[in-house]
């Protein structure tokens, strides 16, 4: 019906009593005992043992009420003396005294007397019955844990002396035992169980509380748990075993079935993250003027650069988009891609305009256009060109013309193309050659301001 190991100092030691105990384990059919205060096997030690190690032979001794219990759910509890045997009870009453008497032959004249004096008192059947419950309890129970024992001596040293010759495929498992004979698992323990131990805020995660048996088994306890949070604060925990985060910080969550309390549960409930910023974008707080020259005479031109300084302290040239601004455009006037062209003599504050923003005012001089005095040889003789024909002046003129509208239209090609025309008409003509330096140096300006595509 059941195998009873008992462990000790040497048998913890023995591999045949591990054997036998594990196989009886297999079956379900294990009732460990302790009797030296020892620490069974691995193995063994998800099994409760009663403790015998201090016992005084007393039916109420902790340890011995466990290895009753054990029994019992093993084998069924013994059998009590039905009512029809109450009719009996004086006789077996007698007959038990008879052999207390025979058992202790030593006895004083005083006993015997005694139980002769109870022979001749009249007969109480309950206090009888009495009697006889509580020494049959005491002879069952003394009777069965020798027995026990007596067997689980008796067949290890037969399996171990036909260790050999047993086949021990054939001991049925506990799934191949009929329902009826398979005692039910006593809890030793209960466990919280969970997929993470860290959640975010507003996150919710299940838990599940494990049971554990004393046949090593396991499994979920679905109903019938109590959980709690020991700071619902950080999170909080419902009778379903829904966890849901509230604020970082830690939380001890632990679940409760049967009396049994689970170890506690740590839960961290981490802080958010912070949310990354757009990069700000640099903002425009200054405009600069430069330019090639300051000082200018009358029809001459000269280009005009814009550098933009920025919050984070980075600075680039402006080339497009710029507004420009003459205080007096009768002396100078500014095209739209920031050449100026002097018309007479004065001075002229160059403004540059964009995204909101000012330039500080950049002063330019305009001068008076200075003659050289021709010095004639009057004995060399003359070398003096004829004067050109008014229809030639008209066309170089129109040339000229045409060349600076190009210019101030940021068109250097045609403007070069003009003034080639014109130079080829007269090609010592002084005015034509500065109107092409000019223009080539306008160009080289753009150029170096990042315009792309021009052929200076």
Known sequence: RCMVV????????????????EEARTIRKLVPVLIDAVTPPVGFRSIQAADLTDWDGSNDAPGARQLIADLESLIGKPRHQPASESLQSGRIDRALTE???????????????????????PFDESKSRERILDRKFAVNWKTAAAGAVGIALIVGSVLWLRRDETDFSQIPTANQLPPESVA???????????ERTEIN?????????????????????????????SDPGVATVDADGRVTAHQAGQTRISGQYNGLVSP????????????????????????????????LRIKEKTSLRVKAKYSDGSEKGLSNGIA?????????????????????????QVVARTGGINSAPLNVVVK?????????????????????????????ASYLNRAKDYRVQGNYGAALAELEKARATEPSNQEIRKEIEQTKRACSAEKRLGRPGLEC
């Open 6 to 21: 008992l462990w000790s100092t040497d048998s913890i030691e023995s591999d045949w009593v591990k054997e036998e105990a």
């Open 99 to 121: 052999r207390d008497a025979e058992d202790d032959p030593g006895g004083s004249s005083s006993d015997a007397r005694n139980r002769q004096s109870s022979d001749s008192e």
């Open 184 to 194: 039910a698992p006593r809890l030793v323990g209960v466990g919280v169980n969970a």
């Open 201 to 229: 805020p507003r996150e919710v995660l299940k838990l599940s509380l494990k049971a554990q048996y004393g046949d090593g088994t396991q499994n979920e306890i679905k109903e019938g748990v109590k959980w709690a949070s």
């Open 264 to 295: 506690e549960w740590t839960l961290v409930v981490k802080a958010p993250e912070p949310v990354a910023q757009p990069p700000v974008a640099a903002k425009l707080v200054a405009l600069a003027v430069s330019a090639d020259k300051r000082k």
């Open 324 to 348: 420009w601004q003459s205080s007096d455009m009768t002396i100078a006037s500014i095209g739209p891609r920031g050449e100026l062209e002097a018309f007479r003599a004065g001075t002229v």
């Open 368 to 396: 008076e256009r200075t003659l050289q005095p021709s010095v004639q040889n009057t004995d060399a003789p003359s070398n003096i060109s004829p004067s050109k024909p008014a229809g030639e002046n008209m066309k170089i």
